[in-house]
């Protein structure tokens, strides 16, 4: 088959402009809004199953439907799980159970001295230093650990708060339930949720709350088998009210929670996406109708309906990849490395490989669906009668 040369589809790009860059912006638009989506899903997944751990359990009341700042166990339960279940990890003697207060407090930032500023909501968990053993994914990565009178902050607190990450450096100063707390240091726990949260000394935060209780507990196991001895304990022990939940079971139920969002986003995205694909369509349409000599003219002088039709795939194709390649840099430059809030908690958004491929791969399929209407016309032009009208 005789085929129209690359250089006449790149030249017709050329030829109308405000329309090739109209078109390509709408690709572009549908890539960053494919890639964003797509980033946004893959960041509340990860926030919370990376803070899963498939040996460690968390300890919480009855009472509380899952909800762990709702929930409330006696101060001394860490020592009954402790002494009465079998299969805790330890630490030569100490076992690995984490006692801890999850609640919602405004933060001041700066230290008494200063003026009060604005308060913003923060999510605070008061912890021993059994919670960096229990919680192994978290590290401190500057400062040191925790001691009287002092906080660690997540690496996303800041970005969750919406201030510069200078308020909150170490040696900074932040308050709150009434009192001052020196920055110790920052900590990590890649892709989880956690890092959007303030630890602070769990006595200390009892006594601010008057509280003589805690939330949770987290108990790591030696095996995930042995989690079935912490059930048996929570079901034996009724006078304590607890109810024992594997950890992956319970951020699992946390991204079934926000399976709605996750949806929502999606049908927005596909809506943006069936808008492109009918501008694009009539766009491309429109643009076959003002070439219909140029194109009967082709077919007088020899080349074939497939080699036009080719041809006009080949100029979709290529507005389309300009637009994919746009629209993945900018969701990259503008999304990648920000955090998403979502309650009391934070998730960051990245614009990783899976993202960029599904945004790019929608702009292809946007431009080669909607070029088909045009391109069965073309293919189907009657010569003469095209030629007639020119």
């Known amino acids: 088959m005789r085929t129209l040369p690359f250089?006449?589809?790149?030249?017709?790009?050329?030829?109308?402009?405000?329309?090739?860059?109209?078109?390509?912006?709408?690709?572009?638009?549908?890539?960053?809004?494919?890639?964003?989506?797509?980033?946004?899903?893959?960041?509340?997944?990860?926030?919370f199953s990376s803070a899963a751990?498939?040996?460690?359990?968390?300890v919480l009341s009855t009472v509380a439907g899952r909800d762990v700042l709702r929930s409330t166990i006696s101060a001394a339960t860490d020592s009954l799980v402790a002494a009465d279940v079998a299969g805790i990890r330890r630490l030569g003697a100490d076992p690995l159970v984490s006692s801890e207060i999850h609640m919602g407090t405004?933060?001041?930032?700066?230290?008494?001295?200063?003026?009060?500023?604005?308060?913003?909501?923060?999510?605070?968990?008061?912890?021993?230093?059994?919670?960096?053993?229990?919680?192994?994914?978290?590290?401190?990565?500057?400062?040191?650990?925790?001691?009287?009178?002092?906080?660690?902050?997540?690496?996303?607190?800041s970005k969750k708060l919406g201030v510069d990450q200078a308020h909150l450096a170490t040696g900074k100063f932040v308050r709150f339930e009434g009192a001052e707390f020196r920055i110790a240091g920052q900590f990590a726990s890649p892709g989880s949720t956690v890092e959007s949260e303030i630890w602070a000394p769990l006595t200390e935060l009892r006594g601010l709350t008057k509280r003589d209780d805690s939330s949770a507990l987290f108990v790591s196991m030696e095996a995930p088998e042995n989690l079935a001895d912490l059930a048996v304990f929570a079901q034996r022990r009724r006078d304590l009210e607890l109810v024992s939940i594997p950890s992956e079971s319970y951020y699992r139920e946390m991204v079934a929670y926000f399976a709605p969002i996750q949806m929502l986003t999606w049908i927005m995205t596909l809506l943006i996406g069936g808008a492109v694909l009918a501008t694009g369509a009539n766009t491309f349409n429109t643009a076959v109708q003002d070439r219909m000599p140029e194109l009967a003219t082709l077919r007088a002088v020899g080349y074939g309906a497939g080699a036009i039709g080719w041809s006009l795939l080949q100029e979709a194709l290529l507005l389309a990849a300009g637009g994919g390649v746009v629209g993945v840099l900018s969701a990259k430059l503008l999304i990648s490395g920000s955090a998403f809030r979502i309650g009391?908690?934070?998730?960051?958004?990245?614009?990783?490989?899976?993202?960029?491929?599904?945004?790019?791969?929608?702009?292809?399929?946007?431009?080669?669906?909607?070029t088909v209407p045009a391109i069965i016309r073309a293919m189907r032009l009657p010569v003469a009668i095209a030629l007639k009208d020119a």
Do not use: W
């Open 106 to 157: 405004n933060l001041l930032l700066g230290g008494n001295a200063e003026p009060a500023g604005e308060k913003l909501a923060a999510f605070v968990r008061g912890v021993t230093p059994m919670a960096f053993l229990v919680h192994e994914q978290v590290s401190i990565t500057e400062g040191r650990p925790l001691q009287s009178g002092e906080v660690l902050v997540g690496r996303l607190v």
């Open 53 to 58: 751990d498939p040996r460690t359990a968390i």
């Open 344 to 370: 009391m908690s934070a998730f960051e958004l990245t614009v990783g490989p899976l993202p960029v491929v599904l945004g790019f791969c929608g702009a292809l399929t946007i431009g080669v669906v909607g």
């Open 7 to 47: 250089a006449y589809a790149i030249g017709n790009l050329g030829r109308r402009p405000a329309r090739t860059l109209l078109t390509g912006l709408a690709c572009a638009l549908v890539a960053a809004a494919l890639a964003g989506a797509t980033a946004f899903v893959q960041g509340m997944q990860r926030g």
